[in-house]
């Protein structure tokens, strides 16, 4: 019997639901000393892990099987999904065996702990493998890798399509190690008419990487049992999207739970630190723009990466550096993770085919009162519209440059370096903003928020309409004035020049700065009292219609239906979800 190279188990969610159940009703009944879920190696691992201090005996015929006919060696390593190992006193058998009926979940007593410090298996009276957990934990050789940086650096606007195609990071390079195109005044050149913007636009919200998800979320039931007080979609029409999903696992009490996202391979794949710093930076900053507080949080990192040859391996080890210098400045732990690094195919005719790394960062942490949260919806017509954090200026990797042509030799256009790098968040002040954004929330302060991700400001703003089913007018000036003039005695214009000065329209709209956010307030004063202490900008005001009206320097940039750009940023998934 032939068996594919690239098949795997099948899962099995029904059964999987059935022994979480009956888990959590042995929990309750303090039943459980240890649990292990049977993950790569099968029993292999799982018991191996669990049994190496003490040592075990384990017959594995006695467990149960899918297939009948498998060798003992089969049986040990077979990956089968939805199986845990429990660890039990023998006393409480019978009530753990009760629970397990009662949720129809077979349960089979596989061995015990039996202080041998070795790892005794069989099948019945055949002794298939008799080995020292010493030997077995430390025996093995430690692994000399190496790691070396890649010299085919890729620049940054090189499109998302060659950036997944290439692990390189452009930290520290020169410029005459760039890629060649990129050498001497290749620009991006910004759009120069009203249309031209929209068409610019409506191809950063078409992108696979900025378009509504709703058709694939909606396959998932949100609202079972009731716990979900904040569910991914708000608004209006209950279409616009929020950053993070608020759970109250106990319907008697306030609190509740955040749980958050954060990734960009694309990212990684130009620049493997900034990239992961990215990634950590838009897990924690959904988190706080839902109404969680930092400190309250914790991580969990997931790398999938490509087999670890020289260069792939030197990209996860600046990926590694990345989450630690960010746990480290924000004093959170990381208290859990998964790594899959293997995920590179090679077929015939020597043909292979690595994933980009790709580093997810989840947010875990709890809210003490969930009736404390904002959702990302516009609330009102005429309040006032505020960015808040430190932008970097540089647009490498982004959306806005993977559907934007490059040119050559005009000055005027986008400096060379805000082309080649990826967005820096500047951590130092992210602390800050962070409490800023918490503060307001918790004060009530802020009627929404939306932090700046794939799409850039235009992208969270359109969003925000979305939800709101309203239109903006927003002014982009390079100083002080314009269509809507600063009220009150203070000068943020230091903080504008430090930051979040618009040079150019464009670089400024499609910026995707991680850990910046779009809020809504009630008026300016509001916002010059919370967000005084951290880089801010007056955007401009929410208004009635479904019109987004974009002016630079009191001169209109552009117009556009929110509802033409809505379908639009709808239709790519709908048509793969009809």
Known sequence: MGVHSSAVQIGNAIEEKRI????????????????????????SSAIGEIGEELGVSINLEN???????LAPWEIWMSESQERMIVVLQRKNLGKFKEICKKYNVE??????????????????SEVVGNLDMKFLHQGLPKRVMKANKPSNVIPADAGIQRAISSQASLLNESRSELDPRLRGDDRVEQPKSEKEWVKVLEKVLAHGNVCSKEPIVRLYDHS???????????????????????????????????????LNPVLNSIDPYWGSIWAATEALSNFVSVGGDYKEACLINNYVWPFPDEQSLWSLDRSVDAVVDFMKVFKIPIISGKDSLSSTYRGKDGVVIKIPPVLCISVLGKIPDTGKTVTTDFKQVGSTIVLVGKMSESL????????????????SLIAQDDITMVPKVDLKILSKTFDAIHKGIQTGKILSSHDISEGGIIGAIFEMCVGGDCGVEI??????????????????????????????????????????????????????????SVPYKILGKTKEGNKMEIYGNEEKLFVADVNDLKKVWQEPMRRMFP
């Open 107 to 124: 349960f089979a007593v596989l061995g015990q702990f039996d202080g041998s410090k070795k790892l005794n298996v069989s099948f019945g």
């Open 224 to 262: 079972v049992q009731g716990t979900n007080d904040l569910q991914p979609f708000s608004g209006i029409n209950l279409d616009g999207p929020n950053d993070s999903p608020v759970l109250r696992p106990f319907l008697d009490k306030k609190y509740g739970v955040i749980i958050s996202h954060g």
């Open 396 to 411: 490498g990797g982004s959306t806005y440059f993977d559907v934007r042509p490059t040119y050559v030799g005009d000055p």
């Open 63 to 69: 467990a149960p099987l899918k297939y009948q006919g």
């Open 20 to 43: 979480f159940d009956a888990l959590l009703d042995a929990r309750n009944e303090n039943l459980i000393r240890l649990v292990q879920d049977c993950g790569g190696g099968g029993f």
């Open 475 to 532: 002014e982009l000036n390079t100083s002080d004035g314009g269509r809507l003039k600063r009220s009150g005695s203070h000068d943020s214009s230091h903080v504008l020049k430090e930051s979040n000065e618009v040079k150019r329209p464009d670089q400024f709209l499609f910026n995707e700065t991680a850990g910046c956010f779009i809020v809504e307030v009630e008026n300016k004063s509001v916002a010059e009292q919370f967000f005084k």
